[in-house]
């Protein structure tokens, strides 16, 4: 599966975006998509994912609230929605999949087979 993920951008903290993951090449059925983030001089770390049967949902706690992670059937899309955005959201945002995740691992980077590039996201202070 191709992702291709779009929506970053400038924002003043406390403002909104939207970040869209398209997919292509096949069905999502059966996976677990994924966001993560990585920002200047530090690890990757996961944000939020999505899986694509049932929609069960999962957050950082450092954005649970203030982020929301969706799916849409018919575009083969997942979004994260990110509203009161802070300086520390600062970094580029990876859309990740897989079929091999459990609920335990689904956090960890190491689960996903296929990423896409990134895209930045930068708040002002």
């Known amino acids: 599966v191709q992702l291709q993920a779009s929506g970053g951008g400038l924002v003043q903290a406390g403002g909104s975006l939207r970040l869209s993951c398209a997919a292509s090449?096949?069905?999502?059925?059966?996976?677990?998509m994924g966001w993560f983030r990585q920002a200047p001089g530090k690890e990757r770390e996961f944000v939020s994912a999505?899986?694509?049967?049932?929609?069960?949902?999962y957050y950082a706690d450092s954005v649970k609230d203030r982020f929301t992670i969706s799916r849409d059937y018919a575009k083969i899309t997942v979004y994260l929605q990110m509203n009161s955005l802070k300086p520390d959201d600062t970094a580029i945002y990876y859309c990740a999949a897989t079929r091999r995740a459990i609920t335990s691992s689904i956090r960890y980077s190491e689960s996903y087979d296929n990423w896409g590039p990134g895209t930045k996201v930068t708040v002002s202070s």
């Open positions: 999505i899986k694509w049967n049932g929609g069960a949902t």
């Open positions: 090449g096949r069905t999502l059925i059966n996976y677990v």
